[in-house]
Each structure stands twice: as C-alpha cells, then as structure tokens.
C-alpha cells in the first residue's frame, strides 16, 4: 500500500494546509471551506495521474486533435459531514465521476471520552470494478473511513480505492493500511500529524472539522 504525503513537497497546498489550521483564520468559516474545497481540486489533480487514459479524436472549428483523457469509471465516496465540500472539490475536477454518501458520525457516550462510529445512512451507485475515491478531511482513529467503507462493499469491489485526507494521525495511517486491500489501496494525504489526544482528536490537527464548516451540533 503507497501513502503519499503531499506535504513533503513544497507547493501552494501547504499555504492552504496552514490556514485551515490557523486559529484566528479558522473564524472565516467561508475561507475554511473554500480551503477545503480546493485541496480537494488538487488532490483530485495529483490522483488523475494514476488514472488509465485512452486516446480522444476531438473535432475543433479547424481540423481535428487527439488527446488522451482518462478512461476510468469514478465514484468519489464520501463521509458526512465535514466530507461535503471536500467533496465537490473533487467533484470540480472529476465531473463526470458518480457519487456516494455514507452518514458515519461519532456518537459520543456520558463520559464524552468514548464513543463509537454509527452508520445510519448510504446512498451509492454500484462500485464494482470502479475507482473508488473516499474523501474525508480528518482521518483520526480510520474508524469512520473503515466503516464507511465496508457498507460501501455492499454495492460491490471497486477496482482501486484511493483514500483522500487533509489531516491524518499516524495511527489512522497504521490502521487503515492494516485494514484495506494492500495491493489496490492507496493513501493521500495533504499533511500526517504525530498523535491523538484523549478525545481521539488530531494534535497538532486543526480542531473539529466538521463544527467549522457548518457549525457546532447539539
Ligand atoms: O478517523 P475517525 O476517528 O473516525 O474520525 C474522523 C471523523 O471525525 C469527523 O467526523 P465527525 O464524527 O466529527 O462528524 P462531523 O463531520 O459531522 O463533524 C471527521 O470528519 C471524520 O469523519
Ligand atoms: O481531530 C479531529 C478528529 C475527528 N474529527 C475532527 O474533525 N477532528
Ligand atoms: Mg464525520
């Protein structure tokens, strides 16, 4: 299994990485999405690279050119709902890719230290022999990716599974290469932080991704 980490490289992602982070930037939550968004755009680019292509005879006004686009069929899966505008960064670039939803969210118990992940929803085309994106911005424990992932394999084996992150702990890095298929996973990730805390929250990380998106949850 390949983990890439596109942080080792010096681009403009990492400006982006660092704003989302940034404690007083993060009080723009349009500016946090935005981010989001376009880490999503250039994930999805970097992705496109492994993709297969075929060769496309296009006509123009003037005579006819042939370029190679690419030939695979896409799903972008993706998990609720710090996920959603991560997603249609990718959506942006893979426009003609099908889509699914998977609703796995935290629930947390009294104690508020323990919790466990809890599927209510999927909505999936068939992933059978497909390339299966999932994009979650926080990859913390891998518990939700894991999950989503298996009520995903109700809809069928998809052919590759690229699993794209912002955030990941090393841990969830661990996990999720013992839990995938290990020839036909890959890992993105804008940036890998060392631990997690008590809560089971990324340190450094940048908080709670979902909450500053869209807002704090009852
Ligand atoms: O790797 P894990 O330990 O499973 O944690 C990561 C998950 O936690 C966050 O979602 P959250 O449950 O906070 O829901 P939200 O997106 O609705 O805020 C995040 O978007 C991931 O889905
Ligand atoms: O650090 C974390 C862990 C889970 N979910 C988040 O939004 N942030
Ligand atoms: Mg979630």
């Known amino acids: 299994m390949k983990t ?24 723009d939550s349009m500016r946090f999405r ?33 370029t190679n686009v690419p030939s695979d069929p896409i799903v972008i899966g993706t998990i609720l709902r710090a996920g959603l505008v991560y997603h249609h960064g990718f959506l942006n670039c893979f426009d003609q890719a099908e889509n699914a939803f998977v609703s796995a969210y935290r629930k947390y118990r009294e104690n508020h230290q323990s919790f466990h992940v809890h599927i209510e929803y999927i909505a999936s085309p068939r992933i059978e022999d497909k390339i299966l994106i999932l994009t979650d911005p926080m990859l913390a424990t ?24 912002i955030i990941a702990s090393r841990q969830a890095i661990g996990y999720c290469e013992q839990n995938f298929p290990k020839d036909r996973t890959t890992i993105w990730a804008a940036a890998i932080d060392p631990e997690l805390n008590e809560y089971a929250y990324i340190i450094p990380g940048l908080g709670d991704a979902g909450d500053l998106a869209y807002g704090e949850k009852e």
Do not use: C, W
């Not at 890439?4 to 009080?27: A, P, Y």
């Not at 992705?47 to 060769?55: A, D, G, H, M, V």
């Open 34 to 66: 935005r981010n989001i968004e376009r880490i999503g755009e250039i994930m999805a680019y970097e992705i496109s690279k492994t993709l297969n292509y075929f060769p496309l005879e296009t006509v123009t006004p003037l005579g006819t050119s042939v």
């Open 4 to 27: 890439i980490n596109l942080s080792e490289q010096n681009t403009v992602l990492n400006r982006f990485v660092s704003e989302l982070r940034d404690v007083e930037i993060q009080k």
């Open 142 to 165: 891998g518990g939700s990716m894991d999950l989503s992932y298996q009520a995903l394999l109700t809809k069928g084996q998809p052919k590759h599974i690229h699993i794209a992150t």
